[in-house]
């Protein structure tokens, strides 16, 4: 029970599903207690902190959507009350809808920006303000940034700002002894991911990097747990590009 109350405390944005849920179970391994953000999926959320306490870790859910700062304010406030002061943020939360630019409506554009953009701001401000000497903070960019492909220029948009954000913070908080990294990932089997494509284009996807198959989101989390952990004290201010080898 002692290392539960003395837990370092992480809060994981948009850990409902996905890449963000393998990354609150891989933390509460490592001996974290979790902030398990999400939006709207709060039956998921419940039931992954149901998960993560019944195996002996200290997990909450909060409701928070990260492009409002109120709503960060609040999370970063439950979270100090009921878990203790923040020691590892991962800026997990994004949304992806691939739109040709010329096809992009208003409220899309609006939505993709509010959220990967104006999300990783609101916490990254609000992490400034109130996490312990020593933290880490992982943000999340994507491979795609570097492929070019038709149809991301909205998402590749943000998280280009997203990998701006990330280089300017680590030398921001210079003398606080938190470092700020970014991981990037290819093609990961989330609904993100899924959602909206024939097996065939999937399939093009998973034959892209060397080592032929679709990233899984283990195969993130374990790159986040480095990065926040013991062993990755040295590494500032850098995108790990964790993809299986696409270019
Ligand atoms: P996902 O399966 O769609 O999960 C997204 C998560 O974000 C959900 O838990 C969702 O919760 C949450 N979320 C969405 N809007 C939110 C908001 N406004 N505030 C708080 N939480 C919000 O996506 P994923 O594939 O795991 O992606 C996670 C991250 O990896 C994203 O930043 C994405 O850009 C990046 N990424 C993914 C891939 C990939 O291939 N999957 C590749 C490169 C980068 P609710 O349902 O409650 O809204």
Redesign the pocket.
Known sequence: MNTIKNAQVAIV??????????VAQRLAKDGFAIAV??????S??DALVTELTAAGAKAIAV??????AD?VRRMFETTEQQLGKVDVLV??????KTVPLADTSDALYEQTF???VR?TFNTLREAAARMNTGGRIVN?????LALNMPGYAI?NGT?AAVEAFTHVFAKELRGRNITVNAV??????????L?GKTEEQIQTFAKMPPLQRL?Q?DD?ASVVSFLVGPDAGWVNGQILRANGGVA
């Open positions: 944005t948009g850990a409902s599903r996905g890449i963000g849920a393998a953000n999400y939006a709207s999926s709060s998921e959320a409701k928070a959507d990260v492009s409002n709503d800026n997990n939360a994004g949304v992806l509010d959220i990967n999300g999340f960019s994507s491979t795609t998402y998280k990037a990932p290819g093609p990961i089997a989330t609904s993100l991911f959602d990233g989101p993130i």
